[in-house]
């Protein structure tokens, strides 16, 4: 069904040299399977914040912080990160 068709096609005669053709194509086709699991990220993030503390991660008010000082901020350690705790598994939405 059609909803919009009557708008479309009267938004597609008010608007010169356009046709269904001339329409750029977006490909939404994703290989999730090369993507990171939830567990390869926590190992990454674990081995990051463990070598390499002192990275700037962000800029907040001007001022630059840290990888340590953004997981201290949020009361987080290497240890004590899990993945329940990164929130980043599927869930029923």
Do not use: C, W
Not at 57 to 64: E, I, L, Y
């Amino acid at each position: 069904v059609m909803l919009n068709s009557a708008a479309e096609k009267a938004e597609l005669q008010r608007a010169p040299n356009v046709d269904f053709y001339s329409v750029a194509k977006v490909d939404t086709h994703v290989h999730l399977s090369a993507a990171m699991t939830a567990h390869h990220l926590l190992e990454f993030i674990k081995r990051k914040l463990t070598s390499s503390p002192g990275d700037v991660v962000a800029h907040v008010g001007g001022k630059p912080t840290t990888l340590a000082d953004l997981f201290t901020a949020h009361g987080v350690t290497a240890e004590s990160l899990t993945v329940d705790k990164l929130g980043v598994l599927a869930d029923e939405t």
